[in-house]
């Protein structure tokens, strides 16, 4: 397997460290972000047993000026980036009609939407001066407008169904690039974000996702998959 160069953000725990750990013990090339990497102990601990193959970047996904902050840094490092994983997110439990704050809908809309778009925006150049780019967006089955069947997570579910749509839009765009473009659900891992009850922990979720993207072909582009590959409803 010829290893990758990869950028991961929210890489400083839960499934993005898991994400990291894992592309780090195949070969990989790993460029890791989280907003203050200094108080990512784990990460911090990578860095230094592996300094030749992890390069770990400040970027907090909210802000575009530290997005493009660490775009720069990327160019001084690396040639390319053949696999863009957009990971960063966040959930806010406990909502419900009565209880609703624009503010937080916005916030959780700005991360875990919009920010993915600029974060690929910004890393363009680099996808495209890969072979073989891939860009995958962690959604989230709570996106499926085709699988809700509750009344709860009002902007978490909404966030991650913009992210559906905008991935699509996006794999429509780049497809004449020959970039990968797809949403995949990373199963209900055990991480800060999952809670107490998940299912599934962050480091088998993340060796399906590294599986999915070794197979992925441009035809693969624009779908909406699971963590073990198999489509999921969008």
């Given amino acids: 397997m010829t290893p990758k160069r990869i950028f991961i953000t929210g890489a400083n725990r839960g499934l993005g460290l898991a994400l990291t750990e894992q592309s780090l013990q195949r070969g990989d090339i790993v460029l890791a972000s989280c907003r203050q990497p200094e108080q990512a102990p784990e990460l911090m601990a990578l860095a ?21 902050a660490a775009a720069r840094q990327v160019g001084e490092h690396v040639e ?12 806010s439990r406990g909502e419900s009609i009565r209880s609703l704050q624009p503010e937080t809908m916005l916030h959780t ?11 690929a925006q910004h890393l363009l150049p680099w996808l ?24 709860q997570h009002y902007s978490y579910a909404s966030s991650k169904a913009a992210l559906n749509m905008l991935t699509r839009t996006l794999a429509f765009e780049l497809s004449p690039s020959g970039i990968i ?20 922990p962050p480091q088998e979720s993340a060796a399906g996702i590294l599986a999915l993207a070794e ?17 999921h409803p969008w």
């Fill in 128 to 151: 495209e001066a890969s072979p073989y780019p891939c860009i995958l967006n962690i959604s989230s089955q709570f996106g499926s407008i085709q699988c809700k069947s509750d009344g």
């Fill in 109 to 119: 809309m700005h991360v875990n939407a919009i920010a993915p778009m600029i974060v």
């Fill in 48 to 68: 230094t047993s592996t300094p030749d193959r992890l390069l770990l970047l400040r970027l907090d996904v909210s802000d575009e000026s530290s997005i493009a």
């Fill in 181 to 200: 473009v797809v949403a995949l659900h990373p199963g209900w891992a055990q991480t800060d974000m999952g809670g107490p009850n998940a299912t599934i």
């Fill in 215 to 231: 197979r992925l072909t441009l035809a693969d582009s624009n779908r909406f998959y699971t963590w073990q590959g198999h489509e």
């Fill in 80 to 91: 390319a980036i053949d696999l863009l994983i957009n990971n960063a997110g966040v959930f």
